[in-house]
């Protein structure tokens, strides 16, 4: 079973060894452990039920566990005990026709539909209202994980808008086909979940952001059914799916999405590549990207990252080796690291792989093999439970994300981390930051940036804290031109910011989207905007 207030299966952890212990007190203190909430205690203030309609799961444990995703404010609301506002009932419809009544039927009881799919947001789609009075209505799709049509000729495969990560690749693999969608959240964020965040994963430059695979699709909505998409391409007028596309449940839910596969690759490959300098790895990345070299992925940590990844890759005798080696080809004192995947024909692969290396020698890339690069794939979703082994040793973890054209990476990159430490310094803390870019376009590309720090072991503080150190980041992001977010979407974290990116003509027209669609006002209310 997962884990009510942490990332994961109960049963699942990843320990903080003590060399990483050890570095983290050297960089920001020795963590102070909080305690955290029994269950039982907090489903003893869970309050009574306003939705008593046959087929709803009114149980207080049930809507305990949809009542929060992964934010930090979700995350410190759950070990605290301070949960907040749940939903009055959780439904779970198995087919769109059952999710369309269901609609209906919360629309009689002039309810709020919070829809839920792998309870993976980062940025507050969960959020139940505070002190709303009109009942509360969670709309789980778990239930409809099933792949319902999947034609060979056109590669397309409609599914269930439920269906998680793993469960999209198993359906597949047999009939040799694959999406190759890999958000860090893969193992529980759905495919409805990432469609209407606009979602990213770790191989786009291969396979597309979501966007690019998202064919077709369904939405179940107050006023009745909306199917978007289904050819290759038109002139006939506006786009609808990219009325669906970042929609966050404002509009309807999507019950259904066609999406556009791939075949499984004969091979796959991760290069690890040193730069001396962030500069010049962000030049090599530049030209790689820019030759339009049919690469899966290039991720590019900075020095703080690179530093961290090293020291913590429980590999001494092999990093001490490769420490050495660097230094003798003049990568030795403040490296960032590439991390290069090339997927294909075994025939495209290697000769990728040539291209790729001779660009990066250019720029002064020192080639580091495949060790490396095996071990960033085997613990790609390793991230996440991290957090859990933090928390247990004293210390918090947040991120943000950003994109933005290239002259505008690396002074954003380090105003953010320095955003961070002046936020913290007010209190007498340190943080630990590090960045690493992502998805690469030929303007420009992601940032995403990670921020570790102590706990103040009191709800209150962690808070105000996390509060303020929000706000720096976003508004730093803002001010140098960035996307308020490149793959977790707005939610309610980052609708304050969303006018600024959109203006005021453009809000508007997403406000009358969502009234022409949902004139009651029902739909996941608070998300995107106000």
Same mark, same amino acid.
């Given at each position: 079973?997962?884990?009510?207030?942490?990332?994961?299966?109960?049963?699942?952890? +990843? %320990?903080?060894?003590?060399?990483?212990? =050890?570095?983290?007190? &050297?960089?920001? #203190?020795?963590? *102070?452990?909080?305690? @955290? $909430?029994?269950?039982?205690?907090?489903?003893?203030?869970?309050?009574?039920?306003?939705?008593?309609?046959?087929?709803?799961?009114?149980?207080?444990?049930?809507?305990?566990?949809?009542?929060?995703?992964?934010?930090?404010?979700?995350?410190?609301?759950?070990?605290?005990?301070?949960?907040?506002? +749940? %939903?009055?009932?959780?439904?779970?419809? =198995?087919?769109?026709? &059952?999710?369309? #009544?269901?609609? *209906?039927?919360?629309? @009689? $009881?002039?309810?709020?539909?919070?829809?839920?799919?792998?309870?993976?947001?980062?940025?507050?789609?969960?959020?139940?209202?505070?002190?709303?009075?009109?009942?509360?209505?969670?709309?789980?799709?778990?239930?409809?994980?099933?792949?319902?049509?999947?034609?060979?000729?056109?590669?397309?495969?409609?599914?269930?808008?439920?269906?998680?990560?793993?469960?999209?690749?198993?359906?597949?693999?047999?009939?040799?086909?694959?999406?190759?969608?890999?958000?860090?959240?893969?193992?529980?964020?759905?495919?409805?979940?990432?469609?209407?965040?606009?979602?990213?994963?770790?191989?786009?430059?291969?396979?597309?952001?979501?966007?690019?695979?998202?064919?077709?699709?369904?939405?179940?909505?107050?006023?009745?059914?909306?199917?978007?998409?289904?050819?290759?391409?038109?002139?006939?007028?506006?786009?609808?799916?990219?009325?669906?596309?970042?929609?966050?449940?404002?509009?309807?839910?999507?019950?259904?999405?066609?999406?556009?596969?791939?075949?499984?690759?004969?091979?796959?490959?991760?290069?690890?590549?040193?730069?001396?300098?962030?500069?010049?790895?962000?030049?090599?990345?530049?030209?790689?990207?820019?030759?339009?070299?049919?690469?899966?992925?290039?991720?590019?940590?900075?020095?703080?990252?690179?530093?961290?990844?090293?020291?913590?890759?429980?590999?001494?005798?092999?990093?001490?080796?490769?420490?050495?080696?660097?230094?003798?080809?003049?990568?030795?004192?403040?490296?960032?690291?590439?991390?290069?995947?090339?997927?294909?024909?075994?025939?495209?692969?290697?000769?990728?792989?040539?291209?790729?290396?001779?660009?990066?020698?250019?720029?002064?890339?020192?080639?580091?093999?495949?060790?490396?690069?095996?071990?960033?794939?085997?613990?790609?979703?390793?991230?996440?439970?991290?957090?859990?082994?933090?928390?247990?040793?004293?210390?918090?973890?947040?991120?943000?994300?950003?994109?933005?054209?290239?002259?505008?990476?690396?002074?954003?990159?380090?105003?953010?981390?320095?955003?961070?430490?002046?936020?913290?310094?007010?209190?007498?803390?340190?943080?630990?930051?590090?960045?690493?870019?992502?998805?690469?376009?030929?303007?420009?590309?992601?940032?995403?940036?990670?921020?570790?720090?102590?706990?103040?072991?009191?709800?209150?503080?962690?808070?105000?804290?996390?509060?303020?150190?929000?706000?720096?980041?976003?508004?730093?992001?803002?001010?140098?031109?960035?996307?308020?977010?490149?793959?977790?979407?707005?939610?309610?974290?980052?609708?304050?910011?969303?006018?600024?990116?959109?203006?005021?003509?453009?809000?508007?027209?997403?406000?009358?989207?969502?009234?022409?669609?949902?004139?009651?006002?029902?739909?996941?209310?608070?998300?995107?905007?106000?």
């Amino acid at each position: 079973m997962r884990r009510w207030n942490g990332w994961g299966e109960a049963e699942q952890s +990843v %320990a903080l060894g003590s060399q990483a212990l =050890a570095f983290l007190r &050297e960089r920001i #203190g020795p963590g *102070q452990a909080s305690p @955290e $909430a029994e269950l039982d205690a907090v489903l003893r203030h869970v309050a009574a039920s306003r939705l008593q309609l046959a087929g709803f799961d009114v149980s207080p444990e049930t809507r305990l566990r949809h009542a929060r995703g992964h934010s930090y404010r979700d995350w410190l609301a759950l070990k605290y005990g301070r949960i907040g506002p +749940v %939903a009055d009932a959780v439904a779970s419809p =198995a087919t769109h026709e &059952e999710a369309r #009544g269901l609609l *209906q039927q919360a629309r @009689e $009881a002039g309810a709020v539909v919070i829809p839920w799919g792998g309870g993976t947001s980062v940025v507050g789609h969960l959020d139940v209202p505070v002190d709303s009075d009109r009942p509360v209505l969670n709309l789980s799709l778990q239930h409809m994980n099933r792949l319902l049509d999947c034609d060979s000729t056109t590669r397309l495969a409609r599914f269930g808008a439920g269906v998680a990560g793993p469960q999209i690749e198993a359906q597949l693999r047999d009939l040799g086909l694959m999406l190759g969608h890999y958000p860090q959240s893969f193992e529980y964020s759905t495919l409805g979940g990432w469609v209407v965040t606009r979602s990213s994963g770790q191989q786009s430059l291969r396979y597309g952001r979501i966007e690019q695979l998202f064919a077709a699709g369904r939405l179940a909505t107050a006023r009745g059914d909306l199917e978007v998409g289904g050819v290759p391409a038109s002139s006939a007028g506006p786009d609808l799916r990219e009325f669906v596309l970042g929609s966050e449940g404002r509009l309807g839910v999507l019950t259904e999405a066609t999406v556009r596969l791939r075949p499984l690759p004969e091979r796959e490959d991760f290069h690890a590549v040193f730069f001396p300098t962030w500069d010049q790895g962000v030049l090599a990345v530049r030209n790689l990207v820019q030759a339009d070299l049919p690469l899966s992925m290039l991720r590019l940590s900075n020095e703080s990252e690179t530093e961290t990844q090293l020291t913590l890759s429980g590999h001494d005798k092999a990093i001490t080796w490769l420490k050495r080696y660097l230094k003798l080809r003049g990568s030795g004192v403040k490296p960032v690291m590439l991390v290069m995947g090339v997927t294909g024909l075994n025939r495209e692969v290697l000769r990728t792989r040539r291209e790729s290396l001779t660009v990066c020698k250019l720029a002064r890339g020192v080639h580091a093999g495949r060790m490396i690069g095996a071990g960033w794939a085997k613990n790609r979703f390793r991230g996440p439970y991290l957090r859990n082994a933090l928390w247990e040793a004293g210390y918090g973890a947040d991120t943000v994300e950003t994109c933005v054209n290239w002259p505008q990476l690396t002074p954003l990159m380090r105003a953010i981390e320095q955003a961070a430490t002046d936020v913290m310094a007010q209190d007498d803390e340190r943080v630990h930051a590090f960045t690493h870019l992502s998805h690469v376009y030929r303007q420009g590309c992601s940032l995403y940036s990670t921020f570790v720090f102590r706990s103040a072991a009191d709800y209150e503080q962690d808070l105000a804290r996390w509060q303020r150190l929000k706000a720096r980041l976003s508004q730093t992001v803002v001010a140098h031109g960035g996307t308020i977010s490149h793959q977790h979407g707005v939610g309610t974290d980052h609708a304050p910011y969303l006018a600024a990116e959109k203006g005021a003509l453009g809000m508007d027209l997403i406000r009358a989207v969502a009234r022409e669609l949902d004139p009651d006002r029902m739909m996941n209310p608070g998300k995107l905007f106000a």
